[in-house]
Every structure is written in C-alpha cells, then in structure tokens.
C-alpha cells in the first residue's frame, strides 16, 4: 500500500472509529490542525475525534498524488458536504519523522461547479 492509500484508508476507517491504521502511520507525537475548526492545533487523540466527527458532514474521494519525497507527501481530493451541494479541493501537505506522518496542513479551495460531473465516479462511490 502506498503512503497516499494508507492515509485514505486510514481516513476512511476513521470515519467509522477504526483508528488502529491512524495508530500506524501517525507518529505520537502528532500535532495537526483540527479538521473542523481552522487554526485550532490539536494532539493526536484529538485530532482523531476531529477526523471521527467530520464523518458527519463530509464525502471525499481517494487522493491523486501531487508531490512525493522521504519526508514529504502532498496529495490533493475532493470533498463534498452531505447535506449540500458544496464542494471543495483540498491539498494536504503531510511531513514524516521516522516514517510515520508528524504533521499535515491543508488549503481548502471551495469549487463553484461538481467535480464529479462529467468523470467515471460519483459521490455515492465513496459515502
């Protein structure tokens, strides 16, 4: 599996409380920015139950690899809001230490048009 499918898959079974991969690949000494509030940091356990709330609001598709080095991952993905046609890109920049991921920022850009339109795949692909 590469770094950029273990963190989708780790994402995913987040999404329903199964952290043993985030236990994996996340080193403990994790420090991120919460998921669902911007420039609030938060320690690893947190920032779980950050990712484990999002499953509520958000759909996102597998991440396209933009940018990849030994300590160094940049992926991008689409997300959409459950309950509204909003969609966004999102780039997540993820450093390692050790191999295992230390520390991810992102840049959210909110899109005025359906990513999935006019593509092979749909939202529902990935609920």
Same mark, same amino acid.
């Given at each position: 599996?590469? !770094?950029?499918?273990?963190?989708?898959? $780790?994402?995913?079974?987040?999404?329903?409380?199964?952290?043993?991969?985030?236990? &994996? %690949?996340?080193?403990? #000494?994790?420090?991120?920015?919460?998921?669902?509030?911007?420039?609030?940091?938060?320690?690893? #356990? $947190?920032?779980?139950?950050?990712?484990?709330?999002?499953?509520?609001?958000?759909?996102?598709?597998?991440?396209?690899?933009?940018?990849?080095? #030994?300590?160094?991952?940049?992926? !991008? !993905?689409?997300?959409?809001?459950?309950?509204?046609?909003?969609?966004?890109?999102?780039?997540?920049?993820?450093?390692?230490? #050790?191999?295992? %991921?230390?520390?991810?920022?992102?840049?959210? &850009? &909110?899109?005025?048009?359906?990513?999935?339109?006019?593509?092979?795949?749909?939202?529902?692909?990935?609920?």
């Amino acid at each position: 599996m590469t !770094r950029a499918e273990a963190f989708d898959k $780790a994402w995913r079974l987040g999404f329903k409380g199964d952290f043993s991969l985030f236990d &994996e %690949i996340y080193h403990p #000494d994790f420090k991120g920015i919460n998921p669902v509030v911007d420039d609030v940091e938060l320690n690893f #356990d $947190a920032f779980k139950e950050g990712v484990h709330t999002l499953k509520d609001f958000i759909i996102f598709t597998p991440s396209e690899i933009l940018a990849e080095e #030994d300590k160094l991952l940049k992926v !991008r !993905r689409y997300n959409k809001l459950k309950e509204a046609d909003v969609f966004s890109l999102v780039t997540v920049s993820i450093t390692y230490k #050790d191999g295992k %991921i230390i520390n991810q920022q992102y840049l959210v &850009e &909110e899109l005025d048009y359906d990513p999935s339109e006019g593509h092979d795949w749909s939202w529902e692909d990935y609920e």
